[in-house]
């Protein structure tokens, strides 16, 4: 294991953010079962806490338990990942309530990036609460990234820069929404 990698599993173990390329955006991520994680992640974005996060995951067995009837999904996982694709779906239970504040949906996603699916399989459950890393409202990372305590810069032709389409299916119907 890596220098980084290992730095960046011992911060999310001690529920302390950190900011990861993705493939599409800088992602400011924790642990998903953190709630004082969960909050320091709105603190640093000043994020509106009705926005809910994301989550990340390994693969699909990592996210699924997440899903309320994720037989019923309309377009397969196969379809859609690993990529910059984020579905929004019916929460099952298992989403924290701090995560999704008030909704029934959580948004979820497989990245198609090496490095951060590497962290990804050594995270507890496989999967990471994730946002983009900026400030709401704003484009730029670097305000964020001086109050971390790890930025991993990305790799030349490691991120396309462009956020994630997030794609909501609800009641049989999909629905596009970025």
């Not at 990592?62 to 690993?82: E, G, H």
Request: aromatic share 6%.
């Amino acid at each position: 294991m890596s220098r980084e990698l290992k730095k960046a599993l011992e911060l999310i173990l001690k529920e302390e953010p950190i900011i990861v390329p993705t493939d599409t955006v800088y992602g400011l991520v924790c642990k998903h079962n953190s709630k004082k994680a969960i909050e320091k992640i709105y603190k640093l974005k000043k994020r509106d806490r009705r926005k809910p996060l994301i989550l990340l995951g390994y693969n699909w067995n990592a996210l699924k338990k997440f899903i309320k009837n994720s037989q019923s999904l309309i377009l397969t996982p196969k379809s859609c990942w690993p990529g910059p694709v984020t579905l929004v779906l019916p929460a099952s239970k298992k989403v924290p309530k701090y995560l999704n504040k008030g909704y029934r949906t959580i948004g979820i996603r497989i990245p198609n990036n090496k490095s951060l699916r590497n962290l990804l399989s050594k995270c507890p459950n496989k999967v990471l609460a994730s946002t983009s890393a900026n400030i709401s409202g704003k484009k730029d990372v670097t305000e964020i990234v001086q109050k971390v305590k790890l930025f991993i810069k990305a790799k030349r032709g490691e991120m396309s820069y462009k956020p994630s389409q997030i794609i909501e299916m609800k009641n049989g119907k999909i629905k596009r929404l970025r």
